[in-house]
C-alpha cells in the first residue's frame, strides 16, 4: 500500500467479503484462503474520505476488556 500511494495510485484493505464468491469468480485455486481484497487504481481529482472516516464511535463502544 506504501509503495502504492508513492506511485500515485490509491488503494483501501477490504475484509468483509465472500471468500467462496471471491474464489468462484476469480477462480482461484482451493488450495488457497484469500483475506483481504486490495483494489487499487488512480483516484479521482477530487476524492475525499468518506464521513465514516471523521465520524467514529467512541472506543467505550467497540473495545471490550474483560467483558461485553
Known amino acids: 500500500m506504501l509503495q502504492a500511494a508513492e506511485l500515485g495510485l ?3 484493505w477490504i475484509g468483509n467479503f465472500d471468500p467462496d464468491l ?5 477462480e482461484i ?3 488457497f484462503a484469500p483475506i ?4 487499487l487504481g488512480y483516484p479521482a481529482a477530487s476524492s475525499t474520505p468518506s464521513d465514516r472516516h471523521e465520524n467514529r ?5 467497540i473495545i ?5
Not at 483481504?36 to 483494489?39: D, E
Not at 471490550?64 to 461485553?68: A, G, K, P, V
Open 22 to 26: 471471491l474464489c468462484k469468480e476469480f
Open 64 to 68: 471490550f476488556y474483560d467483558h461485553f
Open 57 to 61: 464511535k467512541p472506543l467505550e463502544e
Open 10 to 12: 490509491g488503494t483501501t
Open 29 to 31: 485455486p482451493e488450495h
Open 36 to 39: 483481504c481484497v486490495l483494489p
